[in-house]
């Protein structure tokens, strides 16, 4: 292993094949930056630093750069002329996804869809990670091992583009995303919106699954009772009134019982929790005896009515 | 049916441990399946971590308590219920199943050492001469799927026999039971079958015998002098669930004509399961209805659905055999009064089936 000097034009030229990782700014939008001397501040930083050859040595094996791309860019934007390398003797494919791994440094940090570009090279570098691989590669990848990482990133690849990207900008997890896959991918364009917050947009993806499986829906009827529940006032509402009726029809009718019974009596009642119990609460409170004796009597009228209210939880 | 041909598929290895390597129904199941590879381990942890799995039997001791209350449910009435495990595990493999998200990574296990589990139990039964002891080994497995391959529940009946307090119950989804045909002494031992429609046994329940396998198999078991008992557990809600469950209910009376004095207890369960169990599989059909969250965080049908399904199923058994005692497994308080009006030790014929046994 040596440190060399390698000159920027001909290190542009060796294989990139490594360069998977996202980057947040390109070589012209730091040279655009650079003109306009507007340069974010993290890259100014990196900038000098780069100046005063104060980074890690590129790592090359094989004429394939491995890591630091970022770099490269940076130093094609301020016309450096050349960069430090660290040229490697002969590596297997797995010890140069290692390295580019150790040196990116971002275990639990990586997107999906850079998953599925270091997924694919592995591919195209042939290799097929078995226990002991997964056991050194995952936690580089995922921060534990993950015996389940080769699956996970096959199923993202099948997922539809609109899916992977809801999954990509956080918006929905993996998991979710999983589990819904099959829908028309239609219905996931319709979720990106501010109007959920992420725990309610996978409720309501959740719950409507199970409704599309349940009432067989095909996939022009679903987008459009999709398109019902997301325009709504209130589509978590919705979905789950859809996706459980008869406790819907429950609350209604519990709900129906206290405006016909209760309204303006000062009194309440209240059945148990998903009505689930044979316990009916009733509450009142009063501020005299007059009142007292006013909710006595409504309490009493009230008698020959609450086996209507029993009926719901039998 | 070709036992060594069948249990021969199921298994590729049978790991034993030491100190049942010479035990009597280890013997047995080695002359069963003299084809499958053995060997001897020290203890359980010694099964390499590619056999655990449930293509490998692994024969050994039980470890701790040998007998069991049925763990029962929090917020739930439970039938107080005694348990043996000696079969743990199973391989037929019904998709409502709560060992699926738990036993995935396990061998079949058989504990083959029974002198201290049939001790143990006629210790409890005469400090209990009193009550009716219910003790069953079908709690972690199916009672009678490997029987055949070990002959195990035959000493047990056996043994159990003379105590007439003793309800040894076999609760099984196959018909397994003509190895145990020919024992001479059995007491109240009950063969149990867990039933189904036929659309339920052939969607959910794996490689389970059909339904009239099962009652033609009861039907045996009755008329060479066992006690039988059926459990409608787990009872789906479906469109068609009332007819079909009604239908199993004529065929046990009409076709099968199991009279009612042969019926030691049926018991009714609606589907209910814990959360992870949703999660670790494929989404089934089942799934779909609606449910709600139980005071033991198992998900429930609504309160309300219960009742109807329990009253129907248990008003078509009364019609066809009126003093049967019928009574639900895992219930709260609100649905026993909801089905039967009152709370079980308030029912004269069940009274005793739900009575604590001491010292357990």
Not at chain 2, 35 to 44: G, M
Request: glycine residues 4%; proline residues 5%; positive net charge.
């Amino acid at each position: 292993m040596e440190i060399k000097k390698i000159k920027l034009t001909d290190l542009l030229k060796l294989d990139s094949i490594f360069d998977i990782f996202d980057y947040q700014y390109s070589t012209t939008e730091i040279e655009k930056s650079l003109q306009k001397n507007s340069l974010p501040w993290e890259i100014t930083g990196i900038i000098t630093l780069v100046s005063k050859d104060l980074y890690p040595p590129i790592p090359v094996s094989n004429n394939i750069i491995i890591w630091g791309f970022t770099l490269l860019r940076l130093s094609k934007a301020i016309s450096k002329e050349y960069l430090l390398c660290r040229i490697l003797g002969e590596q297997t494919p797995v010890e140069m996804i290692t390295t580019a791994l150790s040196m990116e440094n971002r275990a639990g940090k990586y997107s999906m869809e850079e998953q599925a570009r270091l997924f694919k090279l592995m591919g195209n570098l042939k290799i097929q990670l078995d226990l002991k691989e997964t056991k050194k590669i995952t936690p580089l990848i995922t921060g534990h091992f993950d015996p389940n990482w080769t699956k996970r990133i096959q199923q993202y690849t099948k997922f539809s583009p609109p899916l992977k990207s809801l999954v990509d900008n956080n918006l929905i997890d993996y998991k979710t995303a999983l589990k819904v896959q099959d829908l028309p991918p239609e219905i996931f364009t319709l979720l990106d919106t501010d109007k959920l917050s992420f725990s309610e947009r996978r409720i309501v993806l959740n719950l409507f699954y199970e409704i599309v499986k349940r009432d067989k829906l095909e996939s022009s009827r679903a987008i459009e009772e999709f398109f019902s529940i997301i325009r709504s006032k209130n589509p978590l509402r919705v979905a789950k009134r859809k996706r459980f009726p008869k406790l819907s029809e429950m609350e209604e009718e519990y709900r129906a019982l206290k405006g016909k019974y209760l309204k303006g009596k000062g009194i309440e009642i209240e059945l148990p929790d998903h009505f689930e119990g044979d316990k009916i609460t009733a509450k009142f409170s009063f501020k005299s005896k007059e009142e007292f004796q006013t909710r006595i009597k409504e309490l009493e009228n009230l008698r020959d009515r609450i086996d209507e209210f029993f009926k719901i939880l039998r | 049916m070709n036992f060594s041909k069948f249990y021969a598929e199921q298994f590729d290895i049978v790991y034993i441990t030491e100190d049942v390597k010479n035990n009597r129904y280890t013997n047995f199941m080695k002359k069963i399946i003299p084809e499958v590879p053995k060997r001897i381990i020290k203890d359980k942890s010694s099964v390499p971590q590619e056999h655990l799995n449930s293509r490998t039997l692994l024969v050994s001791s039980p470890r701790g308590k040998t007998v069991n209350r049925c763990p029962g449910s929090r917020g739930h009435i439970c039938c107080n219920y005694l348990t043996v495990d000696l079969y743990v595990g199973c391989t037929i493999g019904c998709s409502y199943c709560i060992m699926q998200s738990y036993l995935n990574f396990s061998p079949i296990i058989v504990y083959v050492e029974v002198e201290s589990v049939i001790e143990r139990v006629l210790k409890i039964a005469r400090n209990n001469s009193n009550r009716q002891i219910r003790i069953g080994t079908g709690e972690v497995g199916d009672s009678l799927l490997y029987d055949p391959l070990f002959n195990i529940s035959r000493d047990l009946i056996e043994a159990f026999a003379e105590e007439k307090n003793i309800y040894f119950e076999l609760k099984t989804k196959t018909n397994f039971i003509d190895h145990l045909l020919t024992v001479e002494r059995k007491g109240n031992a009950v063969i149990g079958f867990s039933l189904n429609p036929p659309v339920i046994i052939q969607s959910e329940e794996g490689s389970a015998a059909g339904l009239y396998e099962r009652l033609e198999a009861a039907k045996r078991a009755s008329e060479a002098g066992y006690l039988i008992s059926f459990h409608f557990d787990p009872i789906f809600y479906y469109d068609t669930w009332e007819t079909d469950y009604k239908r199993i209910i004529d065929s046990i009376y009409h076709t099968y004509r199991i009279p009612e004095e042969t019926i030691a207890w049926i018991s009714m369960g609606t589907f209910r399961y814990p959360p992870d169990l949703k999660d670790k599989l494929p989404l089934r059909e089942f799934f779909l209805e609606e449910f709600i969250p139980s005071k033991d965080k198992k998900y429930r049908y609504i309160q309300k659905i219960r009742s109807r399904i329990y009253r129907s199923i248990k008003s078509y058994i009364k019609h066809y055999y009126p003093n049967l005692p019928i009574y639900m497994c895992m219930e709260s308080d609100a649905v026993w009064h909801n089905v039967f009006g009152k709370l079980p030790t308030e029912i004269p014929e069940i009274h005793d089936i739900f009575i604590h046994a001491e010292g357990v």
